[in-house]
């Protein structure tokens, strides 16, 4: 079966997204913040729900969002992918202000734009990122991470 939107050489996208949570969760690990999968905090605009992030330590009052996309095939800005970035700094809008959040996305390089996904996410959508949201990006090849915003 064809299956277009799914990345080359993976089970699924939903088996990509895990592994990169368990390499992210291991990576934090060594920096000595453990974290756990699946905390739920109370989150909300106008009253509260709990909202599940991909990790996070309740006791260092850490959330992360992991996100492993990549380029298009062509070079061309993945829009739909983007479109769960922008939902993960909603979701930390709404997440009380006491905890350090963070996106961590794959770091992704494009030679055609001199620039990595997540470089590109925070010059066209610095708007939508909430003060105090850290973007980072996660190098597979050599397990390193940094922060790209201030």
Known sequence: MDKPFQRKGSESNAHVGRDFESKIQKYFAQK??????????????????????DLGNEEE???????AHKWTEGGNVPSAKLTVWNEAMFFFH??????????VVLKDFNAKRNETLGEYYIRTYSHLIPMGVEIWEYNEAINEAKKLND
């Open 32 to 53: 000595n913040l453990p974290l756990s999968a699946g905390i739920m905090v109370p989150i909300g605009i106008n009253g509260k729900k709990n909202h599940s992030f």
């Open 61 to 67: 009052k850490v959330l992360i969002e992991c996100k």
């Open 94 to 103: 709404a997440a009380p202000p006491s905890y350090r959040k963070i996106l």
